[in-house]
Each structure stands twice: as structure tokens, then as C-alpha cells.
């Protein structure tokens, strides 16, 4: 009997578009997915919980991780470190849970190397301008990260060739349902794909 594996799903998209919302409101309505807490140097934001909205870490703490091979993936972004735990990703897999992670596109890129199977999902705003107002009325950052941020992203928006899905964050609403077929989506595959290897392997018999 073949064990079989959960997938792994990766949403990216520039600072400010709106990973956090969708994928907390997906998470609302998904109870099958297992969100993998990541790791950063920078400071908590007001509201944030260390272990549940990240790992909040100092810079020594988080190069011993790197030089102990515990980070999936991790990269510097805009001054600090964010990285994903090896170890809960790995595990969940095997046990056949599929694993979302939320990250930039560096990190994105590297956990494509390491699983080129998994699904890779890009958000992008309407416009740079509506980028630019969500960043500013979130009010989180100063002028100056904003600035970068901007920059940033304008950077990010030319990796999308590389995703399997690009998915306009136009009102939460429609980018939860679209993030959500592209899940469901992807399990009937998945299980074609079983269903059919199985059909395979009996006319061997
Ligand atoms: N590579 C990588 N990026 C991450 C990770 N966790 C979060 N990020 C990304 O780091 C960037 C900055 O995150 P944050 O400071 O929380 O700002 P926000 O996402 O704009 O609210 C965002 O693009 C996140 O998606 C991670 O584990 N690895
Ligand atoms: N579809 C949307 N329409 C309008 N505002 C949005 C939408 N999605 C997110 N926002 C707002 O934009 C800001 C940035 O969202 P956030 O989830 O923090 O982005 P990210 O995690 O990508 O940096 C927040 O103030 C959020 O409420």
C-alpha cells in the first residue's frame, strides 16, 4: 500500500496585498490545511502573538537555525530574517496533511527547488496604487518601509511567471473562493492521479 503524501501549497505575493486576510479567511472555511508558522527577526507589530502569528526570534536564534539545517527555506527582507521550520513541514507532509505557507517570493523559489510537486499560488493587486493604499492604511510601517516595500514589490510582480496560479486580490471574498478551487481543484487531481496508478497496478497483477 502506498502512503499517500499531503501537498505542499505556497501563496506569495508583494507586501501589502493581502496574504495575511486571505489566508486567514481561507483558514475560516478550510480545516483540512495545516498553516506553517514561520520564523522572523523582526519586531512583533501590535496585536501579534509569538507562536501564532510567527515565531519571533532574535538574529543569534534564528543563524543557529540556518546553521542547523532547520529552515526549509528562509530570506532577508527588507532588514529582517523569515524562514519556515523544516521539521513541521516535512512531517505534515508524510502524514498526508497538505501544508500551507504564506512567504515572499525568494523563499519561494528555494522551496521550489526542494519540492518542485508543490503548488505555487501568486497574489497581485488591482493596481500599484492599490497596493500602495493598502500598505498605507494598514499603518504599520513607517513612510520609509513603505517606500521599500513599494519598491520591493515591484520586483516581486516579475516572478509571477513562475507560479502555477496567479490570483488578483480584488475583494477577499473572490480571492478566498479562487485560492480555494485552486485547493480543491488540485486534491481531485491528486486523486485521478491515485485512482488511476492503483487501476495500473491491478491490470499488472
Ligand atoms: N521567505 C519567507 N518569507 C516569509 C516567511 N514568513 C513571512 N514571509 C514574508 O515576508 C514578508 C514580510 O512579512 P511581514 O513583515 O509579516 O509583513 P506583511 O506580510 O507585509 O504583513 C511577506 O512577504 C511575508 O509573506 C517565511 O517563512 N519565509
Ligand atoms: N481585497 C482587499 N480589499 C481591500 N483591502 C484589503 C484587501 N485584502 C487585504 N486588504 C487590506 O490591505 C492591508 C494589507 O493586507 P495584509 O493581509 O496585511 O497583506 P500582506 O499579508 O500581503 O502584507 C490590510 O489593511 C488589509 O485589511
Do not use: W
Not at 75 to 103: K, S
Not at 111 to 118: A, L, M, T
Amino acid at each position: 500500500m502506498i502512503k499517500e503524501k499531503g501537498i505542499l501549497f505556497v501563496l506569495s505575493g508583494p507586501s501589502g496585498v493581502g496574504k495575511g486576510t486571505v489566508r486567514k479567511a481561507l483558514f475560516e472555511h478550510d480545516t483540512n490545511l495545516k498553516y506553517s508558522i514561520s520564523m522572523t527577526t523582526r519586531n512583533r507589530r501590535e496585536g501579534e502573538q509569538d507562536g501564532v502569528d510567527y515565531f519571533f526570534r532574535t538574529h543569534d536564534e534564528f543563524r543557529e537555525m540556518i546553521d542547523h539545517n532547520r529552515l526549509l527555506e528562509y530570506a532577508e527582507y527588507v532588514g529582517n530574517y523569515y524562514g519556515t521550520p523544516r521539521q513541521y513541514v516535512e512531517e505534515m507532509i508524510e502524514a498526508g496533511h497538505d501544508v500551507f505557507l504564506e512567504i515572499e517570493v525568494q523563499g519561494a523559489m528555494q522551496v521550489k527547488k526542494n519540492f518542485p510537486q508543490g503548488v505555487f499560488v501568486f497574489l497581485i493587486p488591482p493596481s500599484l496604487e492599490e497596493l500602495k493604499n493598502r500598505i498605507q492604511d494598514r499603518g504599520t510601517e513607517s513612510e520609509d518601509l513603505i517606500a521599500s516595500r513599494l519598491q520591493e514589490a515591484r520586483n516581486e510582480i516579475e516572478m509571477m511567471e513562475a507560479y502555477d496560479y496567479v490570483v488578483v486580490n480584488d475583494s477577499v471574498e473572490n480571492a478566498v473562493k479562487k485560492v480555494q478551487a485552486i485547493v480543491q481543484g488540485e486534491h481531485c487531481k491528486k486523486e485521478r492521479v491515485a485512482k488511476q496508478y492503483k487501476a495500473l497496478l491491478e491490470v499488472e497483477k
